[in-house]
């Protein structure tokens, strides 16, 4: 990633050649294969939405949202009436192309056309729409418009922190969780720290495509189960039930390992400690060739914890990510907790334990080592296959 600088050597952004503003979001209809957006209308919609946000009887889609519940359609009616037609937010409504009814909403808002940012927001989806194909498409839909019509540079989805299930929406559409800002707002009377994610426009294309063969009809079975996850299409994960996936806190960096990993071993050394902030460190070596990082290289940032040691960390969550030696160029030391879901190893034992924290007490029964791995060759060797 290129570096700018000015004629004193102050670090500056990249040239944004031939930028101008943005236009507006559209208010026409936008047709999918599975939903249409239409601008929300009162007399169109407000009573076919009411009656689905009827069927979430426990009013959990209310819980995040500035707005809502709602006691009658009538009162509905009246919120419609006083969003519809504006310049930000502009809301839709998401009408089934199959049955011809709405059964959800979503907006553009916070439109700053001059720096080229939009947000998606006020994301209302009812049950029949929750997890289905159609909201999906919907997000794509909204997205297309922002980047490939419009040109904007940055779309931003902005939720309640404590939101994990809108949170994870949006990582699962592309979006970089970029932190929170305390006591943002105050929501119905209560505190909000807001969680930040966006998507860029670099970042786009790979999303689009993701996007489009997910929503191919090929990646849906006969009962109309997918196939492939939209994330593993956009990172551009094998099939392969041994490609392994990994990611720091954040979500900004992503990693595959394609194979299987090496030893676990738990590492008890002064820098592990210092590096993790805990007792010890699980690393598993990975060879370089089934190693590849699928987003965030930019992120990465290493530090040299002692002569020919470099340790990675993601610059933007600080998660620990691997380390390596200049003298193994062909090793990568993965730290096992950036692993997605079950790395199908177990660890096989302790090494470095003459540095044991003194408030850690070993007591898994794993063969415990005073001095690191390259001491211990030959006990490795026999350990081999147990993990």
């Known amino acids: 990633m290129t570096e700018y600088v000015t004629e ?21 209809a936008i047709e999918g294969r599975f939903c249409r957006l239409e601008p929300l209308d009162a007399d169109r919609h407000a009573t076919a ?34 969003v519809q037609g504006k310049d930000d937010p ?51 839909l909204m997205m297309r418009h922002v980047f490939d019509d419009l040109g904007y540079r940055r779309y931003e989805w902005k939720c309640n922190s404590r939101n994990a299930a809108s949170i994870a929406a949006a990582r699962r559409l592309g979006f970089h969780f970029e932190g929170v800002f305390r006591q943002m707002m105050v929501t119905k009377g209560r505190n909000r720290d807001t969680a930040w994610l966006s998507i860029l426009d670099r970042e786009w294309p790979a999303a689009k495509a993701a ?30 039930a041994d490609v392994l996936a990994a990611s720091c806190l954040c979500g900004g960096v992503r990693i595959e390992v394609s194979g299987q ?89 302790h090494f470095w334990v003459e540095s044991q924290a003194p408030w850690y007490t070993i007591a898994d029964g794993l063969p415990a080592f005073a001095r690191g791995p390259a001491d211990h060759e030959e006990e490795i060797a026999a350990l081999r296959g147990k993990g």
């Not at 004193?8 to 943005?22: A, Q, T």
């Not at 079975?221 to 099939?239: C, H, I, K, V």
């Not at 290493?302 to 002569?307: D, G, L, Q, R, V």
């Open 8 to 28: 004193l050597g102050l670090p500056i952004g990249e040239p944004v050649p031939h930028w101008s503003p943005r236009p507006r979001p559209s208010r026409a």
């Open 49 to 82: 939405l009411h009656e689905a946000y009827a069927a979430d009887r426990e009013r959990r889609l209310w819980t995040y949202l500035p707005y809502g519940p709602f006691e009658s359609a009538a009162e509905y009616r009246g919120f419609v009436e006083a």
């Open 90 to 140: 502009v809301f839709y409504a998401i009408v089934d192309l199959e049955t011809g009814r709405p059964l959800g909403v979503a907006s553009y808002l916070r439109i700053d056309p001059a720096m080229g940012t939009i947000e998606v927001g006020s994301i209302c989806f009812s049950p029949a729409l929750q997890r289905s194909p159609l909201a999906t498409e919907a997000m794509y």
């Open 211 to 240: 996007f489009e063969a997910w929503l191919d009809p090929a990646n849906f079975d006969a009962s109309g189960a997918q196939r492939r996850r939209l994330e593993d299409l956009r990172l551009g994960r094998s099939e392969s």
């Open 261 to 349: 990993v090496g030893p676990v071993v738990y590492c008890h050394c002064s820098r592990c400690q210092k590096a993790s902030g805990t007792a010890f460190a699980a690393n598993a070596d990975v060879r370089a060739p089934y190693w590849k990082v699928v987003a965030g290289s930019d992120l990465i940032r290493e530090f040299a914890s002692s002569p020919g040691v470099w340790r990675a960390f993601c610059s933007t969550c600080g998660s620990p990510l691997y380390s390596r030696r200049d003298a193994n160029p062909d090793v990568h030391r993965i730290r096992l907790g950036i692993v997605d879901g079950d790395p199908r190893r177990r660890p096989i034992a």
